[in-house]
């Protein structure tokens, strides 16, 4: 079964979000049970209809499907973990278009602001160890070297680069769920310290507390829906693992081979696309897919995004819920929850919301890029 063949086989019904940020008190099985419970009001389904489970861990060993499954109160046929959100997207909808399951839920919660996680170590490098002796002790060192390469291959700025974090930071203020809300200036942005040059305190995203749902079903049932479906129709993948070792590394390279199957997949064109979503835990990954995926000409993306290009009134809106950086940091699972919203025209602060959004486009990664996946969804 290739990838074509498992588009618009199945949509999402409904999703759900806790509060984020910092929740005391609160342990990463809560959030991601409170969620799920948020999905299945919003789907209005019945729990005993879930056939599948998929929960993503989180960092301090939570996020065992038995643990979840048993809080939940549900035996479903099928269950399983995952490493990030692109996986799951895929196992569920493989397995409905394959007739298996029908209605597959999936999930993840995390206490790590409370819990006081730092990813500042070799032993928390997602992907291993293997740049340690480099030096790089954190993902964000790859990150500072990527847009240093570009500073040198293409002339970028750091005050170009500074207008991803100013546009999601207006993008937040609009964003009830977001965890800092201010708007930031370009001169505020400047002035920050920097926390591995040429990156600054505001490249980098946050660590919160949080969990998000959702519920996908297969096509049959769409119609009896009590929201409208939130269709899959376009699929990419990419996993990269040589990582330094690969010649054009510093661009994250798997990105590009998830684009062209993200596209071959799909009767949708790049130039259709209505609003973009970039796990983004550097600013600079947000230039990286932007080329990757044919938004702009490769080395152009400082330049393509200023004058307010990418953000919500502009060309292409860009993490329009505030990102990583200014929204919250769920690896990806807020971006699928504010494109629904967005595509069912349902957006908490309606003056944020996209006019006439019927596509969105999903990147998502685990570790800095050695696994990628990209979905489309429609309504």
């Not at 005391?24 to 999905?39: I, N, Y």
Request: net charge negative; with cysteine; hydrophobic share 40%.
């Amino acid at each position: 079964m290739g990838s074509r063949e498992l588009l618009d086989r199945a949509c999402i019904a409904g999703v759900g979000a806790t509060p984020q940020g910092k929740l005391p008190g609160m342990t990463a099985d809560d959030l991601a049970v409170m969620a799920v419970g948020a999905a299945i009001a919003d789907a209005a389904i019945n729990k005993s209809e879930i056939d599948t489970l998929i929960v993503q861990r989180s960092f301090g060993g939570q996020g065992d499907i038995r643990d979840v499954g048993h809080r939940l109160g549900i035996d479903p046929a099928l269950a399983f973990n995952v490493n990030y959100q692109g996986e799951a997207l895929i196992t569920a909808l493989t397995l409905i278009a394959s007739g298996i399951s029908q209605v597959v839920a999936m999930c993840y919660g995390t206490n790590q602001r409370t819990s006081r996680n730092t990813f500042a170590e070799p032993s928390l490098h997602v992907g291993g160890n293997f740049e340690a002796v480099y030096g790089l002790f954190s993902p964000a060192s790859t990150a500072a070297f990527s847009f240093r390469r570009r500073m040198y291959d293409f002339g970028a700025t750091e005050a170009q680069l500074g207008a991803v974090a100013v546009g999601q930071s207006k993008a937040a203020a609009l964003n009830p769920l977001a965890v800092y809300r201010d708007v930031l200036t370009l001169d505020q942005y400047l002035s920050s310290a920097y926390i591995i040059a040429p990156l600054r305190l505001y490249d980098f995203c946050m660590i919160s507390d949080g969990g998000f749902a959702t519920i996908l079903v297969a096509s049959d049932r769409a119609p009896s829906l009590s929201r409208p479906p939130v269709w899959i129709s376009g699929l990419g993948f990419q996993a990269n693992f040589t990582e330094l070792d690969h010649p054009n590394a510093m661009y994250q390279p798997a990105h590009a081979s998830n684009a062209r199957r993200l596209w071959e997949s799909t009767y949708i064109d790049h130039n259709h696309i209505d609003v973009l979503y970039i796990q983004d835990p550097y600013t600079p990954v947000v230039l990286n897919v932007l080329e990757a995926y044919g938004f702009c000409d490769p080395g152009t993306a400082h330049e393509w995004i200023q004058g307010g290009r990418i953000e919500l009134h502009g060309d292409l809106p860009v993490n329009i819920n505030g990102g990583q950086n200014r929204m919250t940091y769920m690896v990806g699972w807020q971006h699928t929850f504010d494109a629904v919203m967005q595509l069912r025209n349902e957006a908490e602060e309606r003056s944020r919301q996209v006019p006439n959004c019927h596509t969105a486009l999903c990147v998502y990664s685990s570790g800095v890029g050695q696994e990628t996946s990209s979905v489309i969804y429609r309504v």
